[in-house]
T-cell receptor, first 119, second 112 residues
């Protein structure tokens, strides 16, 4: 079973440039999430998709950030006009929610992340 | 607002010295409490999900337990390869979205 993959693994860019990251979820997982993690902190939620629909966005997701999942499979996260404060690890996760016996199960599996450094 | 607090921030153990990590949480309608392991420069690796108070799960030297206010990750006779950051996260009711709210993690070092 192939896990969540992310590309690139590392990205160094200059302030003001645009960057785009890609995430390929576990096949047949219909939910896909983006998180951001800075050094010494836990991951923070950015946004998530169910199939191709973007259902929730955090207030952390400024107007410079946009995410898409056009065909309900892979997703891209674009950051426009990068700032030094955008330097972080960007993590993608996927899940396949299941309801069984009245209980809701939604385990999220993470990819290796994309480390962004803005100079 | 959902909140997760982990303690201690860092823990050093000798190989074989058992201990516990704590995760205290405040959430409206707990859907699940998750434990992940994270190695430096890598994404979180899923360990356990706990869904209701009193539930316990085990995997090798790790055992996770859940009460209505906190969760513990017990590490029995740890080995150096157990060294990592352990993250706790909560998922609130579906009406609050599907997000995970994470604590800041406990950095565990096991010395040989």
């Amino acid at each position: 079973d192939t896990g969540v993959s992310q590309d690139p693994r590392h990205k160094i860019t200059k302030r003001g440039q645009n960057v785009t990251f890609r995430c390929d979820p576990i096949s047949e997982h219909n939910r896909l999430y983006w998180y951001r993690q800075t050094l010494g902190q836990g991951p923070e939620f950015l946004t998530y998709f169910q199939n191709e629909a973007q259902l929730e966005k955090s207030r952390l997701l400024s107007d410079r950030f946009s995410a898409e999942r056009p065909k309900g499979s892979f997703s891209t996260l674009e950051i426009q006009r990068t700032e030094q404060g955008d330097s972080a690890m960007y993590l993608c996760a996927s899940s396949l929610p299941v309801t069984s016996g009245g209980a809701f199960y939604n385990e999220q599996f993470f990819g290796p992340g994309t480390r962004l450094t803005v100079l | 607002e959902d909140q997760v607090t982990q303690s201690p921030e860092a823990l050093r153990l000798q190989e074989g010295e058992s201990s516990s990590l704590n995760c205290s949480y405040t959430v409206s309608g707990l859907r699940g409490l998750f434990w992940y392991r994270q190695d430096p420069g890598k994404g979180p690796e899923f360990l356990f999900t706990l869904y209701s108070a009193g539930e316990e799960k085990e995997k090798e030297r790790l055992k996770a337990t859940l009460t209505k206010k906190e969760s513990f990750l017990h590490i029995t006779a740890p080995k150096p390869e157990d060294s990592a950051t352990y993250l706790c996260a909560v998922q609130a009711s579906e009406t609050s979205g599907s997000r995970l709210t994470f604590g800041e993690g406990t950095q565990l070092t096991v010395n040989p």
